[in-house]
């Protein structure tokens, strides 16, 4: 009986599925992070991010797991990462070294 309820809980539809909002995708294939503005790659277990416009509309806010990424072209972002280590962060297709960032790290990002 368990082992059916786990399998129905796992077929309910979640809002952290396939397309997140306004062409941010999460899936487990990559695509070439010099192609957005933010492009956000989890290489750990799992790490919880909120990436919201300057303007302060919430882009997403999710955990994602091991090879999930999201990617956005918005002018002006502030990303909030639970787990810097557990994550790749390219800004501008350049790699942010995030090694020396605490937990729940924030960081601006801005078009070129």
Request: no cysteine; glycine share 8%.
């Amino acid at each position: 009986m368990a082992l059916g309820g786990f399998f129905l809980w796992q077929s309910i539809p979640s809002s952290n599925s396939a397309v997140l909002d306004d062409a941010a995708e999460m899936s487990s294939s990559d695509p070439d992070p010099g192609d957005t503005t933010l492009y956000l790659r989890v290489v750990g277990d799992s790490s919880d991010v909120l990436v919201r416009e300057s303007g302060g509309q919430v882009l997403t806010d999710t955990t994602l797991g091991h090879g999930q990424y999201v990617s956005y072209d918005h002018p002006s972002m502030e990303v909030h990462i639970s787990d810097p280590g557990a994550v790749e962060v390219y800004t501008n297709g350049e790699l942010q070294d995030l090694s020396d960032e605490p937990d729940d790290a924030t960081l601006s990002v801005r078009a070129d």
